[in-house]
């Protein structure tokens, strides 16, 4: 007879009924020894081991769908990241103005110092009014040729110079609803030729910041929905794949969160790198703005600051990626595992 | 071991796949379950492990009703029952070793312990020398001794097959059948399922005979001092 | 109608499946194709449908070389072949009806025609009733007459079946047997691989013996004035 | 004997043996008919329909993964639509301001009547150069008061008006270079006090466009190479869910194409429901910004204007949608369904 090799010939014709024996060599082990509870599998030491090593398995092997879910990820967070740098950046521009909240008294160019002293000491005599100075003529003329830019030539012209006496000061913020009043006050006063402050300004730029804040808001959210269904489908995608599987292993008796738990980790894990790309991009981002902007500052001649995220934002980033990698993995388990 | 208190299952199609089907095993027994296509046979055996749940009557296994197990508690009850599937159900993703040591990590083994047991038990089928193929790659034979390496390897109280030899020549069919005999010799409780009633016969277990969702008395049974109901 | 010349195909596990296999089966005959666990009776039958290749030798199906098709001209290839699965591969996604006219559908069938040919093909292994229902619903054995039902519907020139009476119990397995019959007195080439020497045997039909990759001349082939090459 | 209701008892056992023959009634089908051919089945009339069908199936079972990438689709054309959006008003803006490319000359304050003729002509002169206007100091005056705003007030204090004589003319487009030395010839004529021109202006702003576009055309590159990647991601996940279909139906004898074209119409269909999502998209950002932009520019004084898509732009879009869901497709073909 030939040999068949396709049955290892020691095995199942000759030794096959006799090696079953050899399992006395194990005693704990016997036909009938109880197996252990679903408490003693899932604190078993290296459960969570297994788990976070199968659910790397497919970020190992190149997975494009989990690699891809993981740049989707960084660059919906990569958007909101910006939206908050922009956001951050308006409300410092935003403060930064209010904190100035500059008030300007124009005097009559027939002003005399008596009524300048008099008006400036009313001024004083008003809660939360700081800063108080009086600009004189010759300053207002620098001002308003650094204002001018190059037209600035024609103030060269002039002979005399036409420029009346100024008060500036500023308000506290508590008591800035009150500059309105005061300026009202202060116009009637005798000398005084006008009144200017930039309130009004502000309130409207905090307008436009609120509406930006708001659409941003609204934005982010819809983003992070759409973010979290990716991921999913993403992990609907590693269940189905691995739809057989799970169906053996509960018929093996696997525990539910034996089944789970590395799918659970696998959207963490997409969530998480999702965010150190996030991070990443955002920082780089940040990098290459700061060069345009500080150059179309230089251009326009104005000074802009831009300042990168503070530590709280980055936390919120990191703790978003978490969420949606998880948000999306509960998603799919409820829809997909546990029908 | 296993009790059926007159089961009967309709599926939702509405077809009687068991009519009032009662019988007991004792632990330690050894039972085959024959019958024709479509008799009902596999559909006793999903019963017990609880793929399907009675329409009526009760299933008891170790004395409790399956149909009663909570959720958490379900698990347990599989870990206690080494099945092979009419149609194997092997992982095609992962080596012949791996699907066998699947069935020892999902029942919390010792991680040490095993490589050892493993081996042991794909040598008992035959297949040791195939261990680090992909069973996609196994003859259809080959793929049915692999799940019954699978169903042994915890070496469980109690081992149900359904169909384990359908795919396998009349020699390899019976060298199983003897690796089931000394699973029972250990005191393992085991219920086969299968159509080829040489084979049965040959043995000298009692059978179950089913015919139509109904049991049909066997002489082997009764004389072994079973208590059986009446197929409908 | 096939023809095998020293065909040997090694795996790429470097295992030696069938060593130097030459045969050839005239149009319209009927074989059964016999052997153990692991001859290689599954090999064969992928050769000749081409879901394997040759490493040495040349598989011929109506005296083309399968090996030389290029990819556009595979898929009349298998149109042309009736197979029936080892393992089924039936779609669990669709009902009983639908897996059979699908055969149709691939080999573009007027679509008026199909209905009346898919019930007859279900009425042949007896599941008709089970028209509407989902093959995952249906016991091992109903699945294996799906397979031949599909693989009939279309009734192509050669029919090829792997193991078909595996989950059927004697009276449905002689039933099939029978089926085949008529299909061969139409003119159907036959060629089915089964363990069950005297399923092969009852019919009087002649036989292919494999052993360890490697055919054993057998009576009833000489008999039938085949050409056969030696087992390695 | 009790009847095995599992088995019609009609045809298997009984009527089982002869039922094959009534296949006589349908003699083009006997058993050795030939299957049609490649040719013949893909051109029959019905193809193209089951395919579409068979791909608008997921849609139609609300399949989350279908719908989702359908949205992240609208949603990344919609970046691309909103910026284009951008850059089209942008670069209306800037060639408005090109056109506008005024040049001022100033003569000085003790110029006379003489010598600003002799200027005003010697402009003339020059190709290219229209519009030449004479600016009056009180002229001069009122645009300077417009200029400063609050600040005005400075201005009605001056006794005797201190600004000089003006000119200011403009140039047509293709002699726009000349500027700078048309500038310089003019500078040195006497009574002339300085030149200025905003071609600068419009040269850094530009640049500024120019780097916009660069950085829009990047980010929308790889936004859209993000989105095919998930698109791909979705055929894939179908391609896996029937991956035993596409198996089966190879061994059925189904051509290359039989399978394919329903994932094709898939991606397809996918990129153009997106890309009707988006054009809805941007058509409603666009109205919600026309309102914000004219609020704005009413805020802070400017005359703002914003334009929609042109139809090429809009075209564009549809046609990456398109492109998108079939590059998508054809990723995950090639990759799982050739291998
Ligand atoms: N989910 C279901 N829905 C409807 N009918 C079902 C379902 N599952 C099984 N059946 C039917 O119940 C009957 C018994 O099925 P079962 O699988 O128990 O048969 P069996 O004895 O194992 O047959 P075989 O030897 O062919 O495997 C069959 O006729 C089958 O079609
Ligand atoms: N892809 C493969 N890689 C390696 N070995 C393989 C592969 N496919 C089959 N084999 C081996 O080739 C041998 C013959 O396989 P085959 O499936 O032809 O056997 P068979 O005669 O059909 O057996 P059975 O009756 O068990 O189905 C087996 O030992 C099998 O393990
Ligand atoms: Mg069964
Ligand atoms: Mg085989």
Known sequence: MIPRSSDPPSAPRSGGKSSPTRRDDDPAQRGGGQPLSDEEILTSRNFHVRALRRAWQPFADKSLSHWTTTVVIALALTIYGTFSLLLVNANTALSRWEDENLVTVFMQRTVEREQLVQVGKVIKSHAGVTDLTIIAPKEAVVRLKRMMGDESALLDELEENPLPYSLEFRMARQDRSLASNLAKEIGAMPGVESVSYDQQWAERLAAVIDTMRYVGNVMSFLLLAVVALIVSNTIKLTIIARRDEVEIMRFLGADDLFIKAPFVYEGLLQGLLGAAGALLLTGMLYFGALGAVLELGRAFGIALQLAFLPWTQLGVLVFLGAALGLVGAFLSLSRFLDA | ?232
């Open chain 2, 1 to 232: 071991m296993i009790q059926f208190h007159d089961v009967t299952l309709r599926y939702p199609t509405g077809y009687e796949a068991l009519k009032k089907v009662s019988f007991s095993l004792p632990r330690g027994s050894f039972h085959f379950l024959t019958g024709h296509s479509g008799a009902g046979k596999s559909t006793v055996l999903r019963l017990i492990y609880r793929a399907a749940l009675p329409t009526e009557g009760s299933v008891l296994v170790d004395g409790r009703s399956v149909a009663q197990l909570s959720r958490k508690q379900l698990p347990a009850l599989r870990r206690g029952i080494g099945v092979i599937f009419q149609d194997f159900k092997l992982l095609y993703d992962r080596s012949v070793y791996d699907n066998v040591a699947l069935a020892m990590e999902v029942a919390g083994h010792d991680p040490v312990r095993v490589p050892g047991q493993v081996r042991r038990a794909l040598q008992n089928v035959g297949l040791l020398e195939r261990m680090h193929q992909n069973p996609i790659s196994l003859s259809g034979g080959e793929q049915q001794r692999l799940a019954i390496a699978r169903a042994t390897v915890n070496r469980p109280p109690l081992v149900i097959a359904d169909e384990p030899t359908g795919n396998l020549d009349k020699e390899m069919g019976r060298h199983i059948i003897a690796l089931f005999d000394t699973l029972h010799q250990q005191g393992t409780t085991l219920l086969v399922a299968t159509h080829d009633l040489d084979l049965a016969a040959e043995t000298g277990h009692p059978r179950i005979d089913m015919r139509d969702g109904g049991l049909i008395a066997s002489s082997s049974l009764s004389s072994d001092g079973e208590s059986l109901g009446e197929g409908a």
